[in-house]
């Protein structure tokens, strides 16, 4: 269910957001980054430093979800995978067509919102790779549970999300100390703030609670397997930059989890 309970306002935040990842794309935003030759040739480290992902993905079936921009598809395509990317903005999904292309990939791209994959099959894809985005939807409930009947059993996904502490805050004080100024229980839009250093210019953004990365993960068919917090933090940055608010919130948090077992699903039922 919707924050709002309302289907125009859900239309309106997709477009939107739509409307300004477009113009990202177009203006070179970092986050509209093709993979380079030098990352084309180990791909698989490229995507997975930690390890997370099996040492061959030859002949698998891989979704990037909310990951467009010519990245992810095209490193997972070289490494012989069966990519799909899904992403709101059509102009994303543009320059991962276009990279495809260039480089004789086979990448199938679909315009939809990350909690709208109805044109996809059950239990079609052995890997779900998603960038930072689940920020951009108001409830993360409908997406875990669309990706969740996307995966097969054992299917492995692998994400990063914004964490909720970072998008609260608002500003710094004349001590360059960091104020939360967003409650934690926020559930509208995220207000205009001066600290600008983790959100992307004209989109709209929504907080989710850890009982909302990590508990509706689980409660809609996931097993998490690892969570670590990429660092930021920098002991000789200035204040207000990235590095020093680094190194009093981190930005992000990665997920791998992994898809249970359908059949387990029904005996948590009965047993329940």
């Given at each position: 269910?919707?924050?709002?309970?309302?289907?125009?306002?859900?239309?309106?935040?997709?477009?939107?957001?739509?409307?300004?990842?477009?113009?990202?794309?177009?203006?070179?935003?970092?986050?509209?980054?093709?993979?380079?030759?030098?990352?084309?040739?180990?791909?698989?480290?490229?995507l997975d430093s930690r390890g997370w992902l099996p040492e061959d993905v030859r002949g698998l079936k891989v979704?990037?979800?909310?990951?467009?921009?010519?990245?992810?598809?095209?490193?997972?395509?070289?490494?012989?995978?069966?990519?799909?990317?899904?992403?709101?903005?059509?102009?994303?999904?543009?320059?991962?067509?276009?990279?495809?292309?260039?480089?004789?990939?086979?990448?199938?791209?679909?315009?939809?919102?990350?909690?709208?994959?109805?044109?996809?099959?059950?239990?079609?894809?052995?890997?779900?790779?998603?960038?930072?985005?689940?920020?951009?939807?108001?409830?993360?409930?409908?997406?875990?549970?669309?990706?969740?009947?996307?995966?097969?059993?054992?299917?492995?996904?692998?994400?990063?999300?914004?964490?909720?502490?970072?998008?609260?805050?608002?500003?710094?004080?004349?001590?360059?100390?960091?104020?939360?100024?967003?409650?934690?229980?926020?559930?509208?839009?995220?207000?205009?703030?001066a600290d600008t250093l983790y959100r992307e210019q004209g989109t709209s953004e929504f907080l989710h609670r850890?009982?909302?990365?990590?508990?509706?993960?689980?409660?809609?068919?996931?097993?998490?397997?690892?969570?670590?917090?990429?660092?930021?933090?920098?002991?000789?940055?200035?204040?207000?930059?990235?590095?020093?608010?680094?190194?009093?919130?981190?930005?992000?948090?990665?997920?791998?989890?992994?898809?249970?077992?359908?059949?387990?699903?029904?005996?948590?039922?009965?047993?329940?």
């Amino acid at each position: 269910m919707l924050i709002d309970g309302s289907e125009r306002s859900r239309k309106q935040f997709l477009e939107t957001n739509r409307q300004a990842w477009d113009t990202l794309a177009r203006n070179g935003s970092p986050f509209a980054h093709v993979a380079s030759d030098e990352e084309c040739r180990y791909p698989l480290k490229t995507l997975d430093s930690r390890g997370w992902l099996p040492e061959d993905v030859r002949g698998l079936k891989v979704l990037c979800l909310a990951a467009g921009g010519g990245w992810q598809s095209i490193l997972y395509a070289t490494a012989g995978a069966e990519v799909t990317v899904v992403d709101l903005s059509p102009e994303m999904l543009a320059l991962d067509s276009r990279e495809a292309q260039r480089r004789g990939l086979n990448v199938r791209t679909l315009a939809t919102s990350m909690d709208d994959l109805s044109m996809l099959g059950d239990a079609t894809f052995d890997i779900a790779h998603q960038p930072v985005s689940t920020c951009y939807i108001p409830s993360l409930s409908g997406m875990y549970r669309e990706l969740a009947r996307v995966l097969k059993d054992g299917g492995l996904y692998i994400s990063q999300h914004k964490q909720p502490g970072s998008l609260q805050i608002t500003h710094r004080d004349h001590r360059d100390r960091y104020v939360l100024g967003v409650e934690y229980y926020e559930q509208r839009a995220l207000p205009v703030a001066a600290d600008t250093l983790y959100r992307e210019q004209g989109t709209s953004e929504f907080l989710h609670r850890w009982d909302e990365l990590i508990g509706e993960l689980c409660r809609n068919g996931f097993v998490l397997e690892d969570l670590v917090e990429p660092r930021r933090a920098d002991l000789t940055a200035s204040p207000g930059s990235s590095g020093h608010r680094g190194r009093f919130v981190p930005p992000y948090v990665r997920l791998k989890a992994r898809r249970h077992r359908r059949d387990s699903e029904q005996t948590t039922r009965i047993f329940s």
